[in-house]
């Protein structure tokens, strides 16, 4: 399992903010959660990390950082 956070460096749609904007974990069968921090927060659950970078990585503008590390492909 592992524990990443959103950090947004430039929010294109203008709804969550920059800095740390979600929490997250990756499980062991790579199906991932991401919790969103703020004001309307809400769970997401996602097939894969990859999958939710697709979605919320804006091409580069958030990052996920990994507590242990991990990095994405």
Do not use: Y
Not at 38 to 50: N, P
Not at 52 to 58: D, F, I, L, N, S
């Amino acid at each position: 399992m592992h524990t990443f956070q959103l950090v947004r460096d430039d929010d294109v749609t203008g709804v969550s903010g920059t800095g740390v904007v979600a929490d997250g974990v990756v499980f062991d069968d790579d199906v991932t959660v991401i919790r969103w921090r703020g004001q309307d927060r809400s769970t997401a659950v996602w097939s894969d990390i990859l999958a939710a970078q697709r979605v919320h990585g804006h091409d580069g503008r958030t990052r996920f950082v990994f507590e242990d590390g991990m990095e994405l492909a």
